[in-house]
């Protein structure tokens, strides 16, 4: 399994750590041809959305990538990488990839609780620990997104088909539930895709 991992800007060096943890290969994405490797899945990581959204159209990767997700390629994206991926962004006029349907509110917890750890329930796991930076949270979700995490009462934690999303970075923690949920997700899409096949 090849996951690529946007390494333009923010914590991509983490999400690498991560899988290799994991026993998992990455590639660092920087320019238009990483993409045309073979790859299983995509990680939008955080860090600074305005300045990833400029790079991507900068150096001819918007498309590709808005392309490659649309087409069904399971992507991560944390914090940042959830901002991207967001269709409305409550705050701010700009809109990035704008693949999932969500609407998000950036640096929701404002200054006072710029960053912050949490422990809640993930999915169907109990207890994850979550580290949130100058976070956003999702305000709404369409009737096709499902919502995996709610902490004080806002949406932290989605999943729209081959999409997910935190407001929080697992990679930050020792837990690996986040990355591995992530990983079945793409085995998943993999078990569809030749099912598709067999039936053609």
């Known amino acids: 399994m090849n996951i690529g991992v946007l390494a333009l800007q923010g914590a991509f060096v983490e999400h690498r750590h991560k899988l290799e943890a994991l026993n998992v290969n990455s590639i ?3 320019q238009k041809s990483d993409l045309s490797k073979q790859l299983d899945g995509l990680i939008l990581p955080g860090g600074e959305s305005t300045a990833i959204g400029k790079l991507l159209v900068d150096l001819d990767m918007f498309n590709s990538i808005k392309d490659l997700i649309q087409n069904t390629m399971p992507v991560f994206g944390t914090c940042a990488g959830m901002i991207l991926l967001a269709k409305n962004i409550e705050n701010s006029s700009v809109k990035h990839l704008a693949t999932m349907d969500i609407s998000i509110i950036r640096n929701a917890y404002g200054r006072q609780l710029g960053s912050f750890n949490a422990i809640s329930k993930f999915g169907d796991f109990d207890e994850v620990p979550m580290t949130f930076i100058r976070a956003p949270y999702i305000e709404s979700v369409a ?3 499902k919502i995996l995490s709610v902490v004080e009462g806002n949406i ?3 999943r729209q088909n081959n999409q997910l999303v935190t407001s929080f970075h697992p990679e930050l923690t020792d837990d690996i539930a986040v990355h591995n949920y992530f990983l079945n997700m793409i ?5 569809v895709t030749v099912a598709r096949g067999i039936l053609k």
Not at 187 to 191: A, R
């Open 187 to 191: 085995e998943d899409t993999q078990q």
């Open 143 to 145: 009737s096709n997104v």
């Open 28 to 30: 660092e994405l920087r």
């Open 156 to 158: 932290v934690a989605a």
